[in-house]
């Protein structure tokens, strides 16, 4: 473990400084120069006609690196604490990484539920820099998955591009406002980190059920049903929601389209010391889309995790899951 800890700060150590370089000479933000770095590791194409003080610095930085030596996690670790660097500060929700931890779990909960499945196709619809969506792929080892995203934000785009690249993976990735039609058939799970907060388009927002009677709309909201359009009857639908999410349903709209719509299979409230304030606080949401074979679960898995350093704490909550799977499902 601290071998790998070794190579993931000697990766990030390389891609921050080749960064500060970029971000030096082009006078560009931190994470326009990671986009730059990130893609010399794995294109080391430098562009012609470059300042010659300029050129030497990063042949010298590629001299010193192989990519080869380092294992597909690391890489990606190493791009999540490059990225989180560049984002320190920032305000936007979705410019928000999720925790690494949340993914290993969110990996094993799938694999369970998709259990029997070999293949199976999968879409983010907030896809951002997609380290959520690399982290849970890195965890289904024995599954083939055909993997899609979405993302409106320009930045974050290639940002997820790259770090596609990095772990050498293909994944269909759909620049645009993911709230809108999309290209895309029917997946068999749909994971998302939801963003939380109101969908300005409201000229838009009139094609959902779940559109605000006046005013904005909740993007949270029509996230949950976008996803369930996009879901195969049968599908799973695994999102990471606000605590509030049902709190903050006044009128009931979102339960009763719920259940007309999909079986509530689990919720699972994370331990609050992942979260800054207890506000931020989020629990794992997990659907499944009403139709084909799909079957209302004898009871609702409801959990509230202990900290992920209790290592007996989490060995307890996850026998009870196993026992969900065995005798409620």
Request: proline residues 5%.
């Amino acid at each position: 473990m601290a071998e790998q800890m070794e190579r993931v700060e000697r990766l990030f150590d390389w891609i921050d400084h080749t960064t500060k370089i970029i971000e030096s000479e082009e006078s560009v933000p931190y994470l326009e120069a990671l986009i730059a770095s990130s893609g010399l590791l794995f294109d080391p194409q430098l562009p012609e006609n470059m300042k010659s003080t300029y050129e030497e610095s990063l042949v010298n930085q590629l001299d010193r690196i192989n990519l080869k030596d380092f294992s597909m996690e690391e890489r990606r670790k190493a791009m999540q604490i490059a990225i989180l660097k560049g984002m320190k500060g920032a305000t936007q929700q979705h410019h928000y990484v999720t925790p690494d931890t949340i993914g290993i779990l969110m990996g094993y909960l799938i694999e369970k539920f998709m259990d029997g499945q070999s293949e199976f196709r999968m879409f983010d619809p907030a896809v951002g820099t997609a380290n959520f969506l690399l982290a849970v792929l890195n965890q289904l080892k024995n599954k083939k998955v055909e993997a899609f995203g979405s993302e409106v934000d320009p930045t974050l785009m290639r940002l997820a591009y790259n770090h596609t690249n990095l772990q050498e993976r293909e994944i269909e990735y759909f620049h645009q406002d993911s709230l809108k039609p999309i290209l895309l058939e029917p997946v068999d799970v749909v994971l998302s980190d939801l963003p939380v907060g109101y969908y300005p388009d409201d000229e838009n927002a009139q094609g959902f059920q779940l559109k605000a009677e006046e005013g904005h709309s909740f993007a949270h909201h029509l996230f949950i049903e976008q996803s369930l359009t996009y879901t195969k009857p049968g599908g799973y639908l695994f999102f990471l929601i606000p605590n509030f999410l049902f709190e903050m349903d006044k009128d009931k709209k979102l339960n009763q389209f719920l259940a007309e719509e999909a079986y509530i299979n689990g919720v699972l409230e994370l331990p609050s010391s992942l979260f800054k304030e207890e506000k931020q606080g989020k629990s794992i949401l997990i659907l499944q889309k009403k139709g084909n074979e799909a079957k209302k679960p004898r009871k609702v898995m409801l959990a509230q995790l202990p900290s992920f350093k209790d290592a007996q704490g989490m060995n307890r909550t996850i026998d009870q899951i196993n026992e969900w799977f065995a005798n409620d499902r």
